[in-house]
Each structure stands twice: as structure tokens, then as C-alpha cells.
């Protein structure tokens, strides 16, 4: 957007390529409106012995003294007008999101996985009747969506599984799937093709105001693998988008981002039937779980973990992936090939 816009960029980037931390392998849902709480316990906090796996906040240790503040703002904002409030925001940024997400696909004929539509799944009434504050922000948020009994949802998705209980569903029209990465690294391509200067392997490790009564900060940077010279670089202005490390960068210039590293799992698999496969994405509204098609591609994404989760995904994580994958479109995946 910046190179467009005319500016002289300059993206330093850690890693060897981009979109390789949160962006690599998302759960794939742009539908508006499928970051709503969609059950009563979505808030909760599960401490780390508690072997439940599917609702609420899951805690990967006890929390520091300086977890528990922004654990209780966090579960303040959950609740009531914070809660309305904090919707509007965050589906005002998701529609202006997905706005230039779809402007520049068709601008620049971008080709990447999407698909439209997508059904947030109710195991029976009592997942409808906690959602039911959810629909009532989408309402209010002016977000569009049609409720479904089962024989609908079955007619939009016809490969859910007959075994398993459907009581209803939410639809979600327009677009609802597309693949994260493959977009971020087609813009990438495009940047660079109008002179926007990648800077892989560098570590962004200062970022300060000019000394010298100069306008404009430093940005002192260097390789992180490669172990270049750390040299301090004068830019205008700086945009920071280092994820949660944003926090860290942001704090020594008196900027105290209320950031905190909440862990998902997602994994990937090839396509083994396509008639058994969705055919755009499902939210199973009691597990948060989502299932998405990304061409001959299901990508399920799941879970929430508060605080360090070292290395691989738990066995029980993922565990829970495949179970809900297999609960609603069970042999649509080939098992056992190489996971990515
Ligand atoms: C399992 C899972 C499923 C998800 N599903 C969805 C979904 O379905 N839909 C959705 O909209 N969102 C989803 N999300 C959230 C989404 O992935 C993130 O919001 C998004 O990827 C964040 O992008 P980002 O560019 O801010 O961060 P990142 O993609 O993490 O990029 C930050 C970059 O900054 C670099 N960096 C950090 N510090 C420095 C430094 N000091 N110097 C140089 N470089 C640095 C990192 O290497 C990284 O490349 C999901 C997340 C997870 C984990």
C-alpha cells in the first residue's frame, strides 16, 4: 500500500522469506463475523491442568504477575457494552481488510486459494442458544447472515457427515476463505516489481527518534543468521507490523501495546476425495475448530493457548483437530503424507 502510494520502502523482515510466523498457515476464514463469541464459555480461563480442551482460554503455565491484568482486561472485554464496542471495532477492520484484500486480488488479477460462503455449525440447541449473543452483535454490527435448520446447511455443504448432529446452522455469506500466505507472498512479488525493497534475515533491533533536532527516527537493524553488522538507518517514518513482537519494539519509545501471545494449531492435508471435502468453510461453534477447503487443501485450525508453547503442537491439540475434521467430513483428507 505504501509503495503504491508513492513512498520509498524498505521492509526488514527476520526470517528468509515473509509470512512465515502467524501468517503461514491461518485457518483461512475472512467471512465477517466468525471472530464472534460463539459459545457462553469462549472467555473462560482453563488452568493448565484442566484436560478440557475445548472451551475457553487455555493457560500453557501459571501466569506471571503481569499475565494477570491483561488476563482480566481481557476477560472484561467479553462482557456487555466492552464487548459491543470492542465487535464494532474489530468488524470495521476486518471489512476494510477484506475491502483491500478483494480490490487488489482483482486490480492485480491476483490467483490464490479462496472461496465464498461460509456455516458456523450447531451441535445441538444449546450451541444455538449461546449464541444467541453473538447474532445479536452481527445484528447490530449490520453484518449479514441467514440461520439454517440442518437439511439447509447439508444442501450448502452436502458432504457433512450424516452421522453427526446437526441442529442448525449460520450462514455467512460472501467471501469466507482465502489462503493467507499465498496472498501475502503475491504481494510481496507485486511490491517488489514497483521497487519496494525487501531486507530478508535482518532484525529490526532499535527503533528511536533522530538525534540531532532531525525529524524522522532510526531503525537499527542488521542480520539475524547471517550475522552482519547491526548499522542504525534514518527513515521518515516507520511502520511497525512485527506481530506480537510489535510489543517489545514499541515499549522503549513510552508506546505500551497491550499485546500477549495467544497460540492456536492448524494443520494442513491433501484433498483425498473431493466429494467428500468442504466446499468453502465450517466453524464448529462448540470447539472454535474451523475447517476450510484451500484448493486441494483442508486446512482445520483450532484452539487458544495463553503464554509459552515450545516447539511441535501437543499430540492432544491436534488430536482435537482431527477428531472435529473427522465429526464433520470424515474421509476427506488423505492421513499420514507430509504435514505443511
Ligand atoms: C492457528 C491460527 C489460526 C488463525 N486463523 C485465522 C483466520 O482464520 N483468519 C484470520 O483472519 N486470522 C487468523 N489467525 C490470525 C492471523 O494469523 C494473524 O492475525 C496474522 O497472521 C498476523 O499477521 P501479522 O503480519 O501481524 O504477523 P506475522 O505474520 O507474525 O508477521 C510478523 C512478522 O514480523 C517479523 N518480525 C517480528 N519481529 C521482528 C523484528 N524485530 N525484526 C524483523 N522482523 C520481525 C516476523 O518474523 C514475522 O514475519 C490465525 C492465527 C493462528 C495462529
Known amino acids: 500500500e ?3 502510494d508513492g513512498h520509498d520502502v524498505t521492509v526488514f523482515e527476520r526470517r528468509s522469506t515473509i509470512a512465515e510466523e502467524a501468517s503461514f498457515a491461518t485457518g483461512a476464514l475472512v467471512a465477517p463475523g466468525w471472530t464472534a463469541d460463539w459459545t457462553a464459555s469462549q472467555r473462560g480461563l482453563r488452568m493448565p491442568w484442566d484436560s478440557r480442551l475445548d472451551e475457553g482460554l487455555r493457560l500453557a503455565r501459571l501466569p506471571g504477575t503481569g499475565d494477570w491484568s ?71 454490527t449490520g453484518i449479514a447472515f441467514k440461520l439454517l435448520d440442518a437439511a439447509q446447511a447439508r444442501a450448502l455443504e452436502p458432504a457433512l457427515s450424516a452421522e453427526t448432529r446437526l441442529a442448525g446452522a449460520v450462514e455467512l455469506s460472501g ?19 514497483m521497487g519496494c ?19 524522522g527516527i532510526v531503525v537499527r537493524a542488521g542480520g539475524a543468521a547471517n550475522g552482519a553488522e547491526h548499522a542504525s538507518r534514518p527513515f521518515d517514518g516507520v511502520v511497525v507490523c512485527a506481530g506480537v513482537l510489535s510489543a517489545d519494539l514499541l515499549q522503549p519509545l513510552g508506546l505500551r501495546l497491550p499485546l500477549r501471545a495467544v497460540h492456536g494449531t492448524s494443520l494442513s492435508a491433501a484433498v ?17 475448530v474451523s475447517i476450510a477447503r484451500l484448493g486441494q487443501r483442508v486446512r ?41
Open 175 to 193: 467471501e469466507g476463505v482465502a489462503n493467507c500466505r499465498e496472498f501475502a507472498l503475491l504481494l510481496r512479488a507485486a511490491a517488489q516489481s
Open 272 to 288: 483425498r476425495e473431493p466429494l467428500d471435502a468442504p466446499l468453502s468453510a465450517v466453524l464448529d461453534a462448540r470447539s472454535g
Open 70 to 140: 491483561w488476563l482480566w482486561q481481557w476477560s472484561q472485554a467479553g462482557k456487555g457494552a466492552r464487548l459491543a464496542q470492542a465487535h464494532r471495532h474489530l468488524h470495521a477492520l476486518l471489512r476494510y481488510s477484506q475491502q483491500r484484500q478483494l480490490a487488489i486480488t482483482a486490480e492485480r488479477e491476483l490467483d490464490h486459494d479462496r472461496s465464498q460462503g461460509m456455516l458456523v455449525l450447531w451441535r445441538d440447541e444449546r450451541d444455538a442458544h449461546q449464541a444467541q449473543p453473538a447474532l445479536a452483535l452481527l445484528r447490530e
Open 300 to 340: 482445520v485450525a483450532g484452539g487458544q493457548t495463553f503464554g509459552p508453547v515450545a516447539g511441535e503442537p501437543s499430540k492432544a491439540a491436534l488430536g482435537r483437530l482431527y477428531q472435529v475434521l473427522a465429526d464433520w467430513f470424515p474421509g476427506a483428507v488423505r492421513l499420514g503424507g507430509p504435514r505443511g
Open 2 to 4: 505504501l509503495t503504491v
Open 197 to 215: 525493497r525487501f531486507e530478508f534475515d535482518t532484525r529490526v533491533e532499535a527503533i528511536a527518534p533522530r538525534t540531532e533536532g532531525h525529524a
